[in-house]
């Protein structure tokens, strides 16, 4: 069974950044692609980026590209986001997701970690 943990969020204050990691167990992570979501209360659960098997990113929704970047390395069974020139509004809880393909609803992954709290304030 793939088990999923995110890790590498904390406070930060603005324009710092942040490094997220989401690594996974019992099975290979080659076998999926791996989407980034963002989370706050109140509100609907957003993709942020996703990679797919070959190692190609897409974005799934509209954040600021130029701050955010995903990347795997599968010798590591680990996907990470980077998130430069962190911002108030990146504040939130931050899930990886795994599925065969990639896609912006969240309800089509079948596999989450518990997420990782990004609280980005002076």
């Known amino acids: 069974q793939l088990q999923l943990e995110e890790s590498g969020g904390g406070m930060a204050q603005p324009g710092r950044s942040l490094r997220l990691s989401c690594v996974a167990s019992g099975l290979s992570l080659d076998s999926y692609a791996i989407g980034w979501f963002r989370q706050v209360p109140g509100k609907e659960r957003e993709g942020v980026l996703c990679?797919?098997?070959?190692?190609?990113?897409?974005y799934v929704a509209d954040f600021d590209k130029g701050r955010f970047a995903i990347s795997r390395d599968n010798a590591k069974n680990t996907v990470y986001l980077q998130i430069n020139t962190l911002k108030p509004e990146d504040t939130g809880v931050y899930f990886c997701?795994?599925?065969?393909?990639?896609?912006?609803?969240?309800?089509?992954?079948?596999?989450w970690g518990r997420g990782t709290q990004v609280t980005v304030s002076s």
């Open positions: 997701a795994a599925r065969s393909t990639c896609s912006s609803w969240y309800l089509r992954y079948e596999h």
């Open positions: 990679i797919s098997r070959g190692g190609i990113s897409t």
